[in-house]
């Protein structure tokens, strides 16, 4: 069965970077894309991209980039979300998410990592 | 960009119908996808493509769509229900997933 385990939470400083991860198993990890949704705390879910795990390529939300890094490592079926220049209103739950049997849909969600960014 | 548009909150009696909906330029000629979030808990899909619902989820969830406006309808709605419903849309313009703002569903 599908599943998306994420990496533990997270606190940082102001300024400072954080990687979150996100490894499947149960299927072929280079065979469907990984996204990545932000939800701020007490907020919705907005979708900030996604990650091509079989060529490494990487579509941003405008309101991202310059500040977003998705990558992967195909060995250990893991997709990584690196935020730079963290800020406090950076503070939310990052989730991953894959389609569901290649249709525009998210069927799978990893649980979600909090990071806090605060001084 | 696409804006999807829902109604902050909704509440029901148990045993009652729920209806949240999602508006959306003609979002009639977009598939629409349901996604239910407990708190703490990470979303789960339980409507897609307007009206199909994955294995495992009730009967009595279902949803339908036309015009303006998607419906995701709950029937004999139980306290489990209760928790934050998302609609989400592919927007074919520009390539993006888009989520509405989300509904609280309290059941009473």
């Known amino acids: 069965q599908v599943h998306l385990m994420q990496s533990g939470s997270e606190v940082k400083k102001p300024g400072a970077s954080v990687k979150v991860s996100c490894k499947a198993s149960?299927?072929?990890?280079?065979?469907?894309?990984l996204h990545w949704v932000r939800q701020a705390p007490g907020q919705g879910l907005e979708w900030m991209g996604w990650?091509?795990?079989?060529?490494?390529?990487?579509y941003y939300v405008q309101k991202f980039q310059g500040r977003v890094t998705m990558t992967r490592d195909t060995s250990i079926s893991t997709a990584y979300l690196e935020l730079n220049g963290l800020r406090p209103d950076d503070t939310a739950a990052f989730y991953c998410?894959?389609?569901?049997?290649?249709?525009?849909?998210?069927?799978?969600w990893g649980q979600g990592t909090l990071v806090t960014v605060s001084s | 960009s696409y804006v999807l548009t829902q109604q902050p909150s909704v509440s029901v009696a148990p045993g009652k119908t729920a209806r949240i909906t999602c508006g959306g330029n003609?979002?009639?000629?977009?598939?629409v996808h349901w996604y239910q979030q407990k708190p703490g808990q990470a979303p789960v899909l339980v409507i897609h493509?307007?009206?199909d619902r994955p294995s495992g989820v009730p009967e009595r969830f279902s949803g339908s769509n036309s015009g303006n406006t998607a419906t995701l309808t709950i029937s004999r709605v139980e306290a489990g229900d209760e928790a934050d419903y998302y609609c989400?849309?592919?927007?074919?313009?520009?390539?993006?997933?888009?989520f509405g703002g989300g509904t609280k569903l309290t059941v009473l």
């Open positions: 003609n979002i009639g000629s977009k598939s």
């Open positions: 990650i091509n795990p079989n060529s490494g390529d990487t």
């Open positions: 149960g299927y072929t990890f280079i065979d469907y894309y």
């Open positions: 998410a894959r389609d569901f049997d290649h249709l525009l849909v998210f069927g799978y």
């Open positions: 989400q849309v592919w927007d074919s313009s520009s390539d993006h997933r888009v």
């Open positions: 493509y307007d009206s």
